[in-house]
């Protein structure tokens, strides 16, 4: 294989192109029709199912378990990057946590609540593999781009992940919607047909339907699986081994990416605007990071739906509404910071996202869920972007971006498992969604407040 030089179109592409790769897992699975399935698992008004000697409530239990992933990912990644790093085999990483996912995502097809522990260990693995591989396929950029082009390449990346993970939802979408034409079978007993009223058959094939479009999700989840292993052989092919190799991993090695958040921390106290601008930031991003995550099972347990069909188009729809909202969303942000500076924009932007909670707080018909998605678009596209080119805008002049970036993602996974614990709680005790999403706006004032402390720019903010 060819050894491609750094900045060549076709390496840059290649890299790119992971992204069309992994993204359809966060829409398919962990946005859209994974919870979808997961809650029609459950018959019964009370949703509840035993797991690891306790009786969990069902969004509950499955918020605990992506909590659980994400602090894992916390810890590990810097420890792992740290390693491919320094051994220079920082692909092998990339593929492993890759076929990892990819596997987890097919073994979905099996997800049921009788075998609940295996299920759940299937769900870690796609969550564990999609958010591990981002460490290893983030860090590549730097060494396929030169700094003038990482920007453009890292848009196309996006812009590609996004292409892709819609193209395959709306296949599936269609797969789930209208499983006989895609040789599904919708066939009912003959003696219902022959010897049934019409509301009998139309319930019976209404029944069909449903058990069609619930084996059609479970043939998507495999699809992602595929789609994921397939398309990254191209990127496998074209990215560099890593650094340089020949190097043994000792215990220096393995804590050394823990040690260098240590020094990170130690150097952001020195800068006030900075440290100040991180609790913010820490604060508010661990609301908006458990709203996106958990949005979905909130729309299929607290909205009044119609049938179960009117329930999944509604909830995909609303998917593809704020994945479409969101890009516009980025734009308006980016224009009003330019005008206003990053910190009010993100004062404004954290006000919305509070008043948010409390219109779900309220809300009960699905016309008042898409208004709600398409806010959410606005808002999440906008804090995403512009939380993290603030971060960047107002690091110290450093030659040592990797390392503050990887405290940054640690910083937002631990963010993310606190907002993730919290609402999980709040749901098991009290039994509804809506207290928890209702807790969150504590975390929105708290961000606005310590937002509104971050000295301006103009004033000297060095720590003496």
Known sequence: MIQLEKGSKKLLNAWAFYDWANSVYTLTIASSIFPIFYSALFLSEVKTVEAFGTVFKSTALITFVTAFTFLIVAFTSPILSGIADYVGNKKNFLKFFCYLGSAGCVGLYW??????????????????????????????????????????????????????????????????????????????????????????????????KDAASFKAMKISFITVGIWWALFSQYSFYFLPKGAKTGHKVTRAVVFNGLRELREVWKQLKQDLRLKRYLYAFFVFSMAVQTIMLVAVYFGEEEISWGTDSEKTMGLIVSILVIQIVAILGAYLTSKASATYGNIKTLIAVNFVWMILCFYAYMMHTPMQFYIAAGIVGLVMGGVQSLGRSTYSKFLPETEDTTSYFSFYDVAEKIGIVIGMVIFATVDQITGTMRNAILVLVVFFIGGIVLLFRVPNENKKTALK
């Open 111 to 208: 997800f049921s609540l009788d075998k609940i522990h295996l299920s759940l260990l299937f769900y870690f693995m796609g969550l564990i593999g999609y958010w591990g591989s981002l460490v290893f396929y983030n860090s590549y950029l730097p060494d396929i781009a030169y700094p003038e082009q990482q920007d453009s390449i890292s848009a196309k990346g996006f812009s590609l992940g996004y292409f892709g993970s819609v193209l395959l939802l709306i296949f599936n979408l269609c797969m789930v919607m209208f499983p006989q034409f895609f040789g599904f079978d919708l066939s009912i007993a003959e003696s219902i047909r022959e010897t049934g009223t019409e509301a009998e058959i139309q319930l019976a094939l209404s029944e069909a």
